[in-house]
């Protein structure tokens, strides 16, 4: 069930300030835990490229590396 984002706002309007207040602290809470799960995902994606990492000081087989990557 999906309500549209006015419908949401005009409802929100008709709080009373300590739901707002509530409403309030409950949304910082969902975007903590939201931005917590896609760093933990970017990490677990850092993660699986590290072992896809060829690191190397020699010039020609970074020439080497260079002309194979797409």
Do not use: G
């Not at 975007?31 to 917590?36: F, H, Q, S, V, W």
């Not at 970017?42 to 690191?55: I, N, P, S």
């Amino acid at each position: 069930m999906s309500i549209p984002f006015a419908t949401v706002v005009e409802q929100v309007q008709q709080l009373s300030v300590e739901e707002k207040s509530l409403l309030q602290r409950l949304l910082e809470k969902y975007l903590r835990e939201d931005r917590r799960a896609e760093i933990y995902q970017h990490y677990l994606d850092t993660k699986t490229q590290e072992d896809q990492l060829e690191f190397t000081r020699d010039l020609s087989k970074l020439k080497c590396l260079l002309e194979e990557s797409p």
